[in-house]
């Protein structure tokens, strides 16, 4: 129907420019808290637009929903205001138009937001850690922040260099702060040097024209050692692959996950509430869309938006408690999908035919029975 493919296009064109505004809105939002991670050395600066990247899909789960909602009561709500749906209905057209042009929206994107909670999201949360975890483990030219002093991931090595240039470091300064088994503390200092990588991924630290200070200063046992070439070997560190945290799995390992870990069954209703509240929630705002000439548009949003924001706070509400073990998620996060589900269902036959004439009928046997 020409009608359909109408209300469509303009349902979608509204939640793709939504869609725009909201990522650039949580986009800075991301890119603030990485960027303050980067400053304060919790991750390599060259890492940043990767892990920007690898956030958009966790993102979207929340983004999705709320974008669609917003489109079908702009879209929605513009059209009562221009009257165009008025005219529909004078011409014959049904209520039900309406509900069948917002739920091939509905079901697109309710496609989209399962497949980014089962998989796509899940992947860039796995693949995010371990890019970051590599960083952290890896000495590299380009995780060098020149002037500034940096730990190893296990803290027990400080690094300094006060200039880098060409992948040439020059005045350096690197310490071991503990004991290990084969060296005791030590300090190094070099004029320059630089790092090379293998083929097999490990690392060749060379320093040149330096001293290397050992010893530990309760026994004034010291041993100075003067070189002009100092080679050191980096092997690639061993990054545990295995899938631990519940947000990294995917929807069929953590459907068949063991579901007596709070955590695991937590998530597993969590995703599953992200993908019907597409449903419900676009559900409930086609019959608030109605724009009250009283009001105004605004405010006859606010309703719409009220659910929505309470639905959420809810639902993560249940899911912290799930995954502490306070609340049993199957029951405490579905009784509110089905509480919001009732309220969708109500909102859309509330104004039929049929709940016309029985509401017709109950007024008149009430007034009947007051005479």
Known sequence: ???????VREILKTQITILFILFLVFFCQKLVKILGSAVENDIPINIVITGLALGIPIMAQLILPLSLVLAILITLGRLYTDNEIIVMHACGLKKRVLIQASMGIILINMLIASINSGWIGPWSARYQ??????AKMTLSARSLIPGQFQKSADGNIVFFVQKIKNNIFKKIFLIQL???KHNRP???TAEYGQ????KDGAQIITL???AQFEGTALLSDFRITYFKNYQAIIYPPHINQTICNAEQMS???LWHSNIKKPDYHSELHWRLTLVFSVFVMGLIVIPLSRVNSKHGRLLSMLPAVLLYLIFFLLQSLMQSSGK???LNPAISMWLINLIYLSIGITLNVWDTMLIRRFRAQFIRKDRILNV
Not at 1 to 7: D, G, Q
Not at 129 to 134: A, K, L, M
Not at 195 to 198: A, K, L, P, S, V
């Open 1 to 7: 129907m020409i009608i359909v493919r109408y209300l």
């Open 129 to 134: 850690y371990t890019i970051i975890q590599n």
């Open 178 to 180: 503990q004991q290990t």
């Open 186 to 188: 030590y300090i190094i």
């Open 195 to 198: 790092i090379n990588r293998r």
């Open 208 to 210: 040149n024209n330096g």
């Open 251 to 253: 929807f069929p390992i």
């Open 324 to 326: 502490k073990g306070f």
